[in-house]
């Protein structure tokens, strides 16, 4: 006997009645987003242009992005997938490796890439080519602190031994901590915090480190996974973790502080990987990003805080200029498409189906 269907974990609230009909804010960017490459991406980056004036890319392709090159290819690529008549800039960065050579800091820094990559080691999808010890790659991040090339980081351990939900906490303390006395005006960014540890070691550091926070990642813990049986579209890595650490993002993310802004991490992958016995790791959200991150920020009470947060933080943290334009919210119930094309599969949107309660106009 089949069971029956169960529902997706809710993201809703009930709307108080004083609550705003709508929400303009400064064009906001994606600081660190996925978006592939061919069919895929062309299917990919339209969803990413029509809310975000601006996205950090990530190289993680197969083979990856590793010289200046290689990134402004790329990033041609990416504008030839832009609807007409919409301004989008992709902000293009380097894959780390641990031959990396320092003088290919320069060579990047003159073709507009704006910062390098770090994946341990078989730490997620396409980081088999990731740095094995950080140390291998001092004398290029030496270079990246001379030239003010921020250095962002998936920030997880690899060894088996550590529990994954304990591999976030673990590289701060075996990483981090020691890069940031060798390396002390090195910018960094602390990418898509998962932990409570994370929160607190961002907000206690100094003016040279910072972080990104997912709309998943606020939205969910990791009861989501399994709510009903196995959930493989709410399965990414870092993966979700408790609800004592969803709630210390949550405040960390309506702080005001400008050490936290956005990156959705949105990661498509065809629906049949994301279906599969070894499912891939990633939730798509850029196709109802401002609209998930928009009611993570209503059920916290902090509308007020969301265009601090989405438009002003991550180009502030950058050295770069703010977005002219703006976007607007409507508070609107419409229904999130189930799948979307892409390239000849299909792609299943993380909420996919479920009605959501604002809409960017």
């Keep these: ?73 790329y990033g041609e690529r990416i504008k030839a997938c832009v609807p007409a008549g919409v301004t989008f800039t992709p902000l293009m960065t380097l894959y780390l490796t641990d031959n990396t050579p320092p003088e290919e800091i320069a060579r990047a820094k003159a073709a507009g890439v704006v910062a390098l990559k770090l994946y341990p080691a078989g730490a997620t999808t396409n980081s088999d080519a990731g740095v094995t010890d950080i140390r291998k790659t001092y004398a290029t991040l030496e270079a990246m602190q001379r030239a003010g090339l921020p250095l962002l980081v998936h920030c997880e351990v690899t060894d088996p031994s550590v529990d994954i939900f304990d591999r976030e906490a673990v590289f701060i303390d075996e990483v981090m901590r020691p890069l940031r006395r060798d390396l002390p005006e090195l910018k960094v960014v602390f990418e898509h915090i998962t932990t409570q540890d994370a929160a607190q070691y961002v907000a206690q550091a100094d003016a040279f480190t910072a972080a990104t926070i997912t709309a998943h990642h606020l939205l969910y813990n990791r009861n989501a996974i399994f709510t009903g049986g196995l959930r493989p579209h709410y399965y990414c890595l870092p993966v979700l973790k408790r609800e004592v650490h969803r709630a210390a993002l949550v405040k960390a993310a309506t702080s005001g502080s400008p050490k936290f802004f956005l990156g959705t991490d949105s990661a498509p992958h065809a629906a049949h990987l994301k279906e599969h016995a070894a499912a891939c790791a990633g939730c798509y959200t850029a196709l109802s990003a401002m609209e998930l991150y928009a009611q ?50 299909q792609l299943k949107p993380l909420e996919g189906g479920a009605t959501l309660n604002w809409k960017v106009v």
């Excluded at 980056?45 to 990134?71: D, E, K």
């Excluded at 969301?306 to 703006?326: H, I, K, Q, V, W």
């Excluded at 419409?334 to 799948?339: G, M, N, Q, R, Y």
């Design 296 to 345: 993570a920020f209503e059920n916290a009470g902090a509308l007020d805080k969301l265009e601090g947060f989405a438009s002003f933080f991550g180009a502030d943290f950058y050295g770069l200029a703010r977005n002219p334009g703006t976007l607007t919210l409507k508070r609107e119930a419409w229904t999130l498409p189930e799948s979307v094309a892409f390239g000849d599969a």
């Design 1 to 73: 006997m089949n069971a029956a269907p169960q529902p997706t974990p809710s993201i809703t609230t009930l709307a108080p009645t004083s609550a705003p009909t709508s929400l303009t804010l400064t064009r906001p960017d994606d600081w660190h987003l996925h978006v592939r490459d061919g069919a895929a991406m062309a299917a990919v980056v339209p969803h990413t242009a029509r809310q975000f004036g601006r996205a950090i890319i990530m190289p993680n392709l197969r083979p990856p992005v590793t010289s200046a090159a290689q990134a402004v290819a």
